[in-house]
């Protein structure tokens, strides 16, 4: 897999999921690792396949969109100071995620690996415990170690997005 940018934000708050999206796309496109079609792509393609996932004893949300609009491999973090309602992925109904967890993925091979990967480790719930209540410039790193643990697998480089982020 190929080596990818890490992002990680919290302290923030968004009133919908599409306030968040936005949010990520305008925030990726700032840090240059999207075409300017991302932001609304990823918006399409989360009101067509939503990402909303009910675990144990949390919910996440991990948007992402077709590679094409990725300029380089990176994944956004976001912890909101409180949940956002999120449609859920294989239901209905919506769901208040905690965590949101935005892959900007080159590769559509590699996306798939990075998905079947995360999903193995949100399994665990103290994995989802450790991300939910770690300090900020821990995030990073507790996330790296789960989920880019293979041999083969480059560590990210993690970037904490500025605190003046427009949204």
Do not use: W
């Amino acid at each position: 897999m190929h080596s990818s940018q890490l992002f990680v934000r919290t302290g923030i708050s968004f009133a919908d999921a599409q306030q968040a999206l936005e949010h990520i796309g305008v925030t990726m496109l700032d840090a240059g690792v999207v075409h300017n079609s991302y932001p609304q792509a990823l918006l399409a393609r989360e009101s067509a396949y939503p990402t909303g996932i009910a675990l144990e004893q949390h919910a996440v949300a991990i948007p992402h969109c077709e590679a094409e609009h990725a300029r380089v491999p990176a994944i956004y973090l976001i912890r909101p100071d409180r949940a956002v309602p999120f449609a859920q992925a294989d239901d209905d109904g919506t769901i208040d995620v905690s965590l949101i967890i935005a892959l900007i993925v080159t590769d559509p091979a590699a996306q798939l690996v990075l998905l079947r990967t995360l999903f193995g480790q949100l399994q665990h719930p103290e994995f989802i415990n450790a991300l939910l209540t770690a300090p900020e410039n821990e995030l990073g790193e507790i996330f790296a170690q789960q989920v880019f643990n293979s041999p083969s697998t480059s560590r990210p480089q993690q970037k904490t997005e500025p605190e003046g982020a427009t949204l």
